[in-house]
């Protein structure tokens, strides 16, 4: 089973950039990978997704200014976020599910979320 641990976020100002990495133990068996994104009392959300061609798609919200990436060497996927906004502010999470249509059923049933890494826009 994949072991999947977040990391790359913080705290910059409207307009800046982070660069998020996922870090895991392998793609064997792994058809698509995605980043999604939560903030309390809210759903966890789909931000981008890469299939096995490594084929990208990505949220509406998110499109012109996010790059989703593979590195299959380093069996690590990327989020590289640039021209972030407030609203980019939440926990990013990575997992082996692809949007763009993620239902809420499948978010809750999955078991191996990672701890995350946290974004901060400040306006």
């Known amino acids: 089973e994949l072991q999947l641990v977040e990391s790359g976020g913080g705290s910059v100002q409207t307009g800046g950039s982070l660069k998020l990495s996922c870090s895991t133990s392998g793609y064997y068996g792994v058809f698509c990978m995605g980043w999604f994104r939560q903030v309390p009392g809210k759903e966890r959300e789909w931000v981008a997704s890469?299939?096995?061609?490594?084929?990208?798609t990505y949220a509406d919200s998110v499109k012109g200014r996010f790059t989703i990436s593979v590195d299959n060497a380093k069996n690590t996927l990327y989020l590289q976020m640039n021209s972030l906004k407030p609203e980019d502010s939440a926990m990013y999470y990575c997992?082996?599910?692809?949007?763009?249509?993620?239902?809420?059923?499948?978010?809750?049933?999955?078991?191996?979320w990672g701890p995350g890494t946290r974004v901060t826009v400040s306006s």
């Open positions: 997992a082996p599910l692809c949007g763009p249509h993620v239902p809420a059923s499948a978010l809750n049933e999955y078991d191996g």
């Open positions: 890469v299939d096995s061609t490594s084929w990208p």
